[in-house]
């Protein structure tokens, strides 16, 4: 957790999603992802992806980022950004969200939440305009 000002720079939430890709655990896939969140009051939260030999139990980074934002009280968010790449090269392509993490991003953000990607800025709904709701 880090205490960020109320205003936050996108390129810099995204070095530290990069810089928090090196506590990724991947050694089955080889592809180390970091996540970096910011709440609307300003606290940053990171996670990085942490593999399991049976696939389903791991946990990609960005949940790792809202759970912990989360198990901390925190509701709101204003922007999540993700770097990922094969863990000995720099993330330069953009590293997309998976369908899951969309879903549980869609739980707690609305569709104007900023996902902060290497080649630009996506709003939620961009990226996932037809989400589960009951």
């Not at 080649?119 to 709904?125: F, G, H, N, R, V």
Request: charge should be negative; include cysteine; charged fraction near 20%.
């Amino acid at each position: 957790m880090l205490n960020s000002d109320l205003t936050y720079n996108p390129e810099h939430l995204l070095q530290i999603a990069v810089q928090a890709r090196k506590n990724a655990c991947c050694r089955y896939s080889g592809f180390a992802v970091g996540a970096a969140l910011i709440t609307e009051s300003g606290v940053i939260y990171t996670g990085c992806n942490i593999e399991n030999k049976s696939y389903p139990v791991g946990i990609c980074a960005e949940r790792v980022a809202f759970s912990k934002a989360i198990s901390d009280g925190h509701r709101k968010f204003k922007a999540i950004a993700i770097a990922g790449a094969p863990e000995q090269q720099t993330p330069e392509k953009p590293c997309y969200p998976c369908g899951m993490c969309r879903q549980f991003i869609s739980e707690f953000c609305d569709d104007e939440f900023q996902i902060i990607l290497s080649d630009k800025i996506y709003t939620l709904q961009e990226l996932f305009p037809l989400k589960f709701e009951i």
